[in-house]
């Protein structure tokens, strides 16, 4: 059984990564690229799915921590008969990943034991294990080729590759696991202790840019850290998380695959690397944004993969029982094709932020932009699946049409600040239609609040958002009053629900956790109501469920005190990001992207 998922670390090398639990067992890891089918996907299953355990042999007391501003992750184990450190690490070595563990003995005499099980297909393929040139392992299964590389002897039993040894004080005991395609010649051995130095020098020095947010500084750089490994260094697309199905809910149906890139999480990502000093970065995720939606607007997709690949075939695996029995295990992604409006918003959103940092000149992009704009046009109107990828009926969701109004507004400024060319009469009204209606059907008089979506009673915390993207000032009575009932209704054990799943029809199983950009979107809100105490409350208590590396998942059971849904998450880190800087900075992120021209008599 897999551990509890605040139990693992995450270590990469922005390619791919691992999870390695506490008790020194990588239960994730996928060969390539983290859309890769996994070789170890314990964590999906049991360990005859493939898990790599390094451990002692007797009890042992369980510490770790990343080495300062680094992805190096070191566990502590304290026996009766001495301590070590497990080392982990993926070197950043080149086209193909490594990863490297080394056992230093800190006192003592420790006897250690490892268990390499190796699954190719995500824990489907027993591989052909041999033993070639000076003790290497090679394991091989079509495509996918491992190489084992250490000192210690290892021998198969049971189809599983094992191994005693004793580490003494002093003592570090290496091992290396290479992954290459199987056609290719075996690479050469490296020095394991030289790519720990090279490593730790990278991490430390890409960590040193990273802008002071105050009190929250450690928490703002370890996020940084986080998002920096869940990019995949070839594009700068940025993965929303490196897991696939771990479950919304324990024991439940809400398990998706996270490992593309999502639109949605554009303009939050370029502004949060910005007031984090990451401009390269923020660059790097524009120019793939650029490449990914290049092409008709009408086949605009609300996710890619990290390449900008359109085809994510969502397909169910059997074989696998799930995260604590949470099934069915899901690869690939059918939200993919689904009409979801508020990605032209955030595409004009993120555009708009990055002309104004001087990240792109002023055209780069706009034919494009012109060219979704005007498919937007004639399709503003229709039903979607809204922001949480609904899988039901097609619906008017109020978030998905204000974000329709940021597309008209963000084009509208970039052309009257920047000299772009475009028809600025046909979007002013646009825009004021847009508002005219989302004001009319999306707001309930009887609740004082804007609803999830026209005709509807239920709320959302999407709704949140209306101020913080400009849409109306927080001034506004509507704008208090939708605050007042998500307060009221979605807020609870003090974490902001997503919706309420026993009300709301989503066409899956009710129950959930608290879906933790929520909480983060509500401090936001307080800071521009001005309630900077409320703000930090919330925070605060946002940041106690971090597990001690600093982690955050999608979601968090507050009944269960866990932690669920995909891990880390890139949204819940980028979230966290941007609210330590708007609670710590004058200039801060919800500010500048709210501002907006409220000069309008209608709104």
Same mark, same amino acid.
């Given at each position: 059984? *897999?551990a509890r998922?605040?139990?693992y670390?995450?270590?990469?090398?922005?390619?791919? !990564?691992?999870l390695?639990?506490?008790?020194g067992s990588?239960?994730?890891f996928c060969? /390539?690229r983290?859309?890769s089918?996994?070789?170890?996907a314990?964590?999906?299953g049991?360990?005859?799915?493939g898990? @790599?355990?390094?451990?002692?042999?007797g009890?042992? $007391?369980?510490t770790?921590?990343?080495r300062?501003?680094?992805?190096?992750?070191?566990?502590?184990?304290?026996?009766?008969?001495?301590?070590?450190?497990l080392?982990?690490?993926?070197p950043?070595?080149?086209r193909?990943s490594s990863?490297v563990?080394?056992?230093k003995?800190i006192?003592?005499?420790?006897?250690?034991?490892?268990e390499?099980?190796? /699954?190719?297909?995500?824990? !489907?393929?027993?591989?052909?294990?041999t033993?070639?040139?000076?003790?290497t392992?090679?394991a091989i299964?079509g495509?996918d080729?491992? +190489?084992?590389r250490s000192?210690?002897h290892?021998?198969g039993?049971?189809?599983t590759?094992v191994?005693e040894?004793?580490?003494?004080?002093d003592?570090?005991?290496?091992?290396?696991?290479?992954?290459?395609?199987s056609?290719r010649?075996?690479?050469e051995?490296f020095?394991p202790m =030289? *790519?720990l130095?090279?490593?730790e020098?990278f991490?430390r020095?890409?960590?040193a840019?990273c802008r002071?947010a105050g009190?929250w500084s450690d928490?703002v750089?370890r996020?940084m850290?986080?998002?920096? !490994?869940?990019t995949?260094?070839?594009t700068?697309g940025?993965?929303a998380a490196?897991?696939?199905?771990?479950p919304?809910?324990?024991?439940?149906? =809400?398990?998706?695959d996270?490992r593309?890139?999502?639109?949605?999480?554009?303009t939050?990502? +370029?502004?949060?690397a910005?007031?984090?000093?990451?401009?390269?970065?923020?660059q790097a @995720?524009?120019?793939?944004l650029? $490449?990914?939606v290049a092409?008709?607007p009408?086949?605009?997709?609300?996710?890619?993969?990290?390449a900008?690949?359109?085809?994510?075939?969502?397909?169910e695996?059997?074989?696998?029982p799930?995260?604590?029995q949470s099934a069915?295990v899901?690869?690939?992604?059918?939200?993919?094709g689904q009409l979801?409006?508020?990605?032209f918003?955030?595409?004009?959103d993120?555009h708009?932020?990055a002309r104004r940092?001087?990240?792109?000149?002023?055209?780069?992009?706009?034919?494009m932009?012109?060219a979704? +704009?005007d498919? +937007?046009k004639k399709?503003?109107?229709?039903?979607? #699946?809204?922001?949480?990828?609904?899988r039901?009926e097609?619906? #008017?969701?109020t #978030?998905s049409?204000v974000?329709a109004?940021?597309?008209f507004?963000?084009?509208?400024?970039?052309?009257?600040m920047?000299g772009l060319e475009g028809?600025?009469d046909?979007w002013r009204k646009l825009r004021?239609?847009i508002?005219?209606?989302v004001?009319?059907?999306?707001?309930d008089g009887?609740?004082e609040?804007f609803?999830?979506a026209?005709k509807s009673?239920h709320l959302?915390?999407?709704l949140?958002?209306i101020?913080?993207?400009?849409?109306?000032?927080?001034s506004d009575? $509507?704008v208090?009053?939708?605050?007042?009932a998500?307060?009221k209704r979605l807020?609870?054990?003090?974490f902001v629900m997503?919706?309420?799943?026993?009300?709301?029809?989503d066409?899956l199983?009710a129950?959930e956790?608290?879906?933790?950009?929520c909480?983060?979107?509500?401090?936001d809100?307080?800071?521009?109501?001005? =309630?900077?105490a409320d703000a930090e409350?919330?925070?605060? /208590?946002?940041?106690?469920?971090?597990?001690e590396?600093?982690?955050?998942?999608?979601?968090?059971?507050? $009944?269960?005190k866990?932690?669920v849904g995909?891990?880390?998450? *890139?949204?819940? #880190?980028?979230?966290?990001i941007?609210?330590a800087?708007?609670l710590?900075?004058e200039?801060k992120p919800?500010?500048? /992207?709210?501002?907006a021209?409220?000069?309008?008599p209608?709104?």
């Open positions: 059984m *897999a998922i605040e139990d670390g995450l270590i990469g090398d922005c390619r791919t !990564a691992a390695v639990g506490r008790d990588i239960d994730w060969c /390539r983290f859309d089918e996994a070789c170890f314990a964590l999906l049991s360990r005859e799915h898990r @790599w355990l390094i451990a002692p042999q009890e042992a $007391r369980i770790r921590h990343y300062p501003d680094t992805l190096v992750l070191e566990t502590n184990f304290e026996t009766a008969d001495g301590a070590v450190t080392i982990d690490f993926m950043m070595r080149g193909h990863i563990r080394l056992v003995g006192s003592g005499k420790v006897r250690m034991r490892t390499l099980i190796l /699954r190719f297909g995500y824990g !489907a393929i027993v591989p052909w294990v033993r070639v040139e000076n003790g392992l090679r299964a495509p080729m491992v +190489l084992v000192p210690v290892l021998r039993k049971d189809m590759t191994g040894f004793t580490v003494d004080q003592e570090t005991v290496p091992f290396v696991l290479n992954t290459l395609p056609h010649p075996l690479d051995p020095d =030289r *790519a130095a090279d490593t020098t991490w020095d890409w960590s840019k002071p009190s928490a750089k996020s850290i986080t998002l920096k !490994a869940l995949y260094a070839p700068g940025m993965v490196p897991t696939s199905s771990l919304e809910c324990l024991g439940g149906t =809400r398990n998706w996270y593309f890139c999502w639109l949605r999480d554009a939050l990502v +370029l502004l949060g910005m007031h984090a000093g990451y401009f390269e970065e923020a @995720w524009r120019e793939w650029l $490449r990914a092409g008709s009408r086949q605009l997709q609300i996710m890619y993969g990290i900008g690949e359109r085809r994510l075939a969502e397909w695996a059997p074989w696998l799930g995260y604590e069915p899901r690869f690939g992604n059918a939200a993919h979801q409006l508020d990605v918003g955030e595409i004009m993120v708009h932020q940092a001087g990240l792109s000149t002023n055209e780069s992009g706009w034919e932009q012109l979704a +704009l498919h +937007l399709i503003w109107r229709k039903p979607d #699946h809204g922001i949480w990828e609904n039901g097609p619906q #008017h969701f #978030h049409k974000m109004w940021v597309a507004d963000r084009a509208i400024k970039s052309a009257e920047f028809p600025l046909d004021e239609e508002c005219d209606e004001c009319k059907c999306g707001f009887e609740q609040s609803v999830q026209y009673k959302d915390a999407s949140l958002l101020p913080l993207v400009g849409f109306l000032p927080i009575p $509507r208090k009053g939708t605050i007042a998500v307060e807020l609870r054990d003090g997503r919706y309420d799943t026993n009300e709301v029809d066409t199983p129950g956790g608290a879906f933790l950009a909480s983060f979107w509500l401090s809100a307080y800071t521009l109501q001005s =309630r900077a409350r919330i925070f605060r /208590r946002l940041l106690s469920l971090r597990n590396l600093g982690l955050l998942s999608e979601e968090y059971d507050p $009944r269960a866990r932690l995909n891990f880390p998450q *890139a949204f819940s #880190h980028v979230a966290l941007n609210c800087y708007n710590s900075r200039e919800v500010e500048r /992207r709210a501002q021209d409220y000069s309008s209608k709104r």
